[in-house]
Structure formats: C-alpha cells, structure tokens
C-alpha cells in the first residue's frame, strides 16, 4: 500500500440532538439529552417506550416531494447529509473528478420502516398492493446509490453491514481506497432509521434496551452502575475523506487526518462480547500499528460505550489490555449517553464528533455517570465538557455477532 495520506474535509450529522451537524455538536459539549419518548408508534404495550428520534427533520428541503414518496427515512436522512457534507467541504463533483469519487455507507438495518409498512399491506390487501418500490426503498445499499444518483459520484459504491460496528467499517475501508489509489475523495459514515415497531420489539426480547421510561434523559448512562441497556435512536453520520495532495490543490479546510484503521472479531457469541475485550483490544492494536504510534500517544477515546451491563465492562478491559497504566491517563467519552445508540450509524456520528474534538480541542462529556460501576474505572469525563490538546483520538465500533472496528484520527498539523 503505498504510502497516501488521507485527510477528513468535510462532516455532516443529522443526530437526535440536532438536524445538522453545528447544532448537534453545540448541544453534545453542552451536555444535552436527545432522548424522548417515542412518537412513531403506540409503544404503550412495549417494555421500552423512550429513543433518540431526529425531530422536526423535512426531507422536502433536499429531496423532491416525488421522490420522498419513494424513499424509506434512512435514505432521506443519507441523502440530506451527503448535501450538507458537500456544501460543508466546499466540493462539488463534476464531469472531470466524478470516476474517482466514491461512496460506502455504513448501515445495519435498512429499510426496516418500509418492510414491516408493505409487509402490513400484504397481509391485509394482498400482494396486489405491494409497491414496486418497495425493494429499491428497503435495500440497504440503496442509500449509497441515492447520494450517488444524487451527487453523480462514479467511483466505488457500496454498503458495510455489520450491525453497529457498519459506521466505522464504511470509513475504514474507504480510508484504504484512497491508500490504494481506487479513489481520491470518499463520501463515508453511516445512517439509520430504525425506531420501529419491530425492531424495538426485538430488541426488547434480547433485553437490550433500557426500560429506564421515566426518565428518559437519564436512560443512556455508560459506564453507571445503574445502566440497563441502551437507548435506540437513528439519524446519519458522514465524513468527507481526501487524499491530502488532493484537498491541498483544492485549498480545502482539513479538519484532521486519518492514519489507522483496526478491525477483528471475536469469534464468540452472536450478541455477547468476549468478556475479556480480546477481539475489541486487538482492533486498537491494529488501528494503531497501522499508524505507527505509540499507545501513550493517544490522548482521547471515544467509546462505543452502548450502557448496556456486558459491554462497557469489556471495553474498559480492552483499553486496559491496550494502553496499561495509560489507561488511567486518557480522557474518555461516550457519545451514546446523549444521542443513543444510532446503531448501523454510530460509527459514522462518532467519527464526526471525534474529528470535531480534534479539530476545537475539546473532548464531549459522558452525561448521567453519577454512580460510576467499580469495574468501569477510567476516566469518562462526567464533570462537563473539558478542553485538552489533543493530537491523537481512536474511535471505537463494535457490534453483535462480535464484529470489532477502530479509527484512529490525528490532527493535521499543516505538513
């Protein structure tokens, strides 16, 4: 692989604390809750009633009425982004660049609204009544083929399914398209749109989800001895990356640089971590051989940090296992306290906010850590927002059937 660097220049975010991503950001530093009760569904039969969903989002404002008919929600918030993503950066693709721009999305569901909506009418209207767009609404690749349609974007185009790591994965291997020289401008990240009767009802059977409903706020609450599970929320993450000669011809802003990608699997259980952060230590490892650095030169982590009783004990053991004493040293967050868990899209939210942290210096809180477990001992920055110089940020993703990812971001410094 030869030896590219590549360079984050533009971010978008559609989160439940805000349907851009200055708005989202400005509210997680402050420290505020996107999670409410769910108004989708009558969920007064469902053990969980709360989630993140995005609020006041009108598609109308980026998609044409005909085509939002056409469309299931994670498409309209794929397609809202990558507008905002482009306009963020300041890049527009035309006749002479658009074979060597590609997309890959992140996302773990799909269309899970459009197929419980069809599969409805298909049960009480029979097949006749069945859309034939129902299968380009559903798939999940169609989104990175909307904002490709959209964008006119020619160069690799696909979709990483694998459950809530998919985010981070996107951008891992759209960081080595660049690397390989398949690509010199990545559209990445990840969205999801799946607060629905279904899946809630499953994941309510695993028990996974927190049933925290009088307090909504305070349900999501990694790393707390009180944590019940996480918070199901949706929305869309995306960064735009470069090859650096590439944005510097262009004179684009450079929020920061990309320099690791890990990835590994437990090779466990279909839903349990390994309990000894193995397969999560060895994706950190990975991310940061790949950069050539140092574990005591990470300076910020944030966490995959879902609040669920199994999880946060595993990551805090994988960060030990990794960084030793260092451990103890580096500030770390967990942005699922405030926006839940975006599931297929985590990665791609987190990736922005890491990037952010780097690029303000200034490292989000963990919001509702007040009775911290005594196996969940570093430090998770539950006092507020803190400013640190910050060089180096990992980024963790990890998902059911034991699917590990990292990122590892550095600041630019100009050279």
């Not at 999801?192 to 927190?210: D, H, Y």
């Not at 944030?302 to 999880?311: D, V, Y």
């Amino acid at each position: 692989m030869k030896n590219t660097r590549v360079v984050v220049t533009g971010v978008a975010a559609i989160t439940p604390l805000g349907n851009d991503v200055e708005t989202s950001w400005q509210r997680l530093i402050k420290g505020e809750s996107g999670i409410s009760y769910i108004t989708r569904f009558d969920c007064s039969q469902y053990d969980t009633k709360i989630a993140g969903e995005v609020k006041d989002f009108a598609p109308e404002k980026f998609i044409p009425k005909k085509q939002v008919k056409r469309m299931d929600r994670f498409n309209h918030y794929a397609v809202a982004a990558a507008k905002m993503l482009l306009n963020d950066a300041k890049f527009e693709v035309h006749e002479k660049n658009c074979n060597h721009i590609g997309i890959v999305l992140g996302c773990g569901l799909g269309g899970i609204e459009t197929l419980e909506e069809f599969h409805e009418k298909l049960l009480k209207k029979g097949p006749s009544r069945v859309s034939p767009f129902y299968i380009p609404k559903l798939i999940s690749n169609i989104a990175a083929g909307q904002i490709a349609i959209l964008t006119k974007a020619k160069g690799p185009n696909m979709v990483t399914t694998s459950a809530c790591a998919s985010g981070c994965h996107s951008i891992g291997y759209a960081f080595s398209d660049i690397k390989l020289g398949r690509a010199k401008t990545m559209i990445c990240g990840g969205v999801e749109a799946a607060i629905t009767p279904m899946a809630v009802s499953g994941f309510n059977a695993m028990r996974a989800l927190s049933t925290r409903n009088d307090e909504p706020e305070k349900a999501s609450r990694p790393f707390d001895r009180d944590r019940d599970g996480f918070v199901i929320s949706e929305g869309c993450g995306l960064i735009l990356l470069e090859e650096l000669e590439h944005a510097k011809q262009r004179g684009a802003k450079i929020y920061a640089e990309i320099v690791g990608f890990g990835a590994s699997a437990d090779a466990y259980h279909i839903t349990a971590p390994d309990e000894s952060g193995e397969g999560m230590a060895s994706a950190m490892k990975a991310a940061l051989k790949e950069a050539d650095i140092a574990p005591e030169e990470v300076d910020h982590i944030n966490a995959h940090g879902t609040s669920t009783p199994l999880n946060d004990i595993c990551e805090t053991r994988a960060i030990k296992k990794v960084f030793g004493k260092h451990a103890y040293n580096i500030p770390i967050t967990a942005n699922k306290s405030m926006i839940g868990h975006m599931l297929g899209a985590a990665g791609g939210a987190e990736a922005v906010f890491s990037v952010l942290t780097l690029y303000h210096e200034k490292i989000p809180p963990t919001i509702n850590l007040e009775n911290p477990d005594p196996e969940c001992d570093l430090d998770y920055v539950p006092e507020g927002a803190r400013n640190k110089k910050i060089n180096y940020v990992l980024c963790n993703s990890f998902g059911f059937g034991g699917t590990n990812a990292c990122i590892l971001f550095k600041r630019y410094d100009g050279e």
